[in-house]
């Protein structure tokens, strides 16, 4: 959820200081605040709060909260906002609710986050419309219900909010809240998309490579990947070393397929760890290469991902980048066949019916050769 940290003009005129004079102070107040001088715009501002200026309040809330000439304090920064939203400032709602729900300053509260999103989204905050469909959507503070946030990420997208807008695309694809519509959702990743947003561009490029709502397209599809893998986006940074593997909308590349993959995997991108693998094991000469494949596959595997269990397991039973250890071969196959992958429960099997680290066992091996056919 975002944070406002936008300085507030003007506001609520305070009874005993004439209008013009606190407009005065407030503008002094806003050019200290800019030439970093803010012991002076904090004295000011604190002058034209207690007096009943809203906007005053509001600053005072953010420069308590993020530390502009006094020590960052929460709780602080929390009554200020919350006598800012009391006399109707938006921004403060908006800000409060972010407290309310992180917990910041003030104890959490998503119920009533919910309601101060909701009062700072009909007062024309776009982003507070958009957390309050993110609650929506989760079930949080509010009743589940996929049709309301439908209705709160398309008020904040029709503002062109770009979150709402990949939000409002992502119902569109899923059906959820609304009919099942790709061109919609097309249409709505793609407004976020132009505008820089990765999560839309890789949800485009998903569209473009599945011709979902648009025509199949590789070459699209790459594109939008890598407009996101190039913000660091983990999920095209995968997918677009599976497009330079494959030679999808681009020339096959193994070189920089694993480029990409590592750029997933060192971002934890579990996928991206096991195609990292998958490539070096592909294509690697080196130890160093064996080395790092092997790391790969381990992290994969730790990470539950069923394909890299079964082939660490059989790099144990090779020797291949590990010694040789059919134990740690019987191990990992046992995850992966756990999990129910049909390869694993052969390889598991041939260990039982050659004796490769198990007492040898026919019957043992034969029940998993008939659950994996």
């Given amino acids: 959820m975002l944070a406002m940290a936008v300085l507030a003009t003007g506001g609520g005129m305070a009874a005993s200081v004439p209008a013009v004079a606190q407009q005065d102070i407030a503008t002094e107040a806003g050019q200290a605040f800019r030439k970093r001088q803010f012991a002076k715009a904090l004295k000011l501002y604190e002058k034209l709060a207690e007096q009943g200026d809203v906007s005053a309040q509001f600053n005072l809330g953010l420069m308590y909260e993020f530390g502009y000439g006094v020590p ?43 309601a101060l999103y909701k009062r700072a989204a009909h007062l024309d905050i776009p982003e507070a419309a958009n957390n309050l469909g993110n609650m929506y959507l989760e079930g949080i503070g509010v009743d589940q219900d996929d049709a309301e946030a439908v209705y709160w990420y398309r008020l904040a997208a029709e503002k062109e909010h770009i979150q709402a807008e990949n939000n409002l695309g992502l119902m569109y694809e899923l059906g959820r809240g609304v009919r099942q519509d790709y061109k919609e959702a097309a249409r709505w990743y793609r407004k976020s998309a132009e505008a820089g947003f990765a999560e839309a561009q890789f949800n485009l490029g998903n569209l473009y490579l599945n011709g979902h709502g648009v025509p199949q397209d590789d070459r699209e599809a790459f594109r939008w990947y890598e407009l996101a893998a190039k913000q660091g986006l983990a999920d095209a940074q995968n997918n677009l070393g599976v497009l330079y593997e494959e030679g999808r909308g681009v020339k096959p590349d193994p070189a920089a397929a694993i480029v990409w993959y590592r750029k997933a995997a060192e971002q934890g991108h579990v996928n991206g760890m096991y195609n990292l693998a998958l490539a070096l094991e592909r294509n690697g000469v080196s130890e160093e290469e064996d080395a790092e494949m092997v790391h790969w596959y381990r992290r994969a595997a730790e990470a539950g991902h069923r394909d890299a269990q079964n082939n660490l397991g059989l790099l144990f039973e090779k020797g291949r980048g590990v010694p040789r250890d059919y134990e740690q071969a019987r191990l990992w196959y046992e995850r992966a066949a756990g999990q129910g992958l049909t390869a694993a429960m052969v390889n598991l099997g041939s260990l039982y019916m050659e004796g490769r680290g198990v007492p040898k066992d026919r019957a043992r091996a034969l029940m998993l050769y008939k659950r994996a056919a």
Wanted: glycine share 6%; charged share 20%.
């Fill in 72 to 114: 960052a304090d929460d709780i602080t920064a929390a009554r200020w906002y919350r006598r800012a939203a009391d006399a109707g400032s938006p921004q403060a709602m908006f800000n409060l609710a972010n407290m309310l729900v992180q917990g910041r300053g003030v104890e959490q509260n998503f119920a009533e986050a919910a």
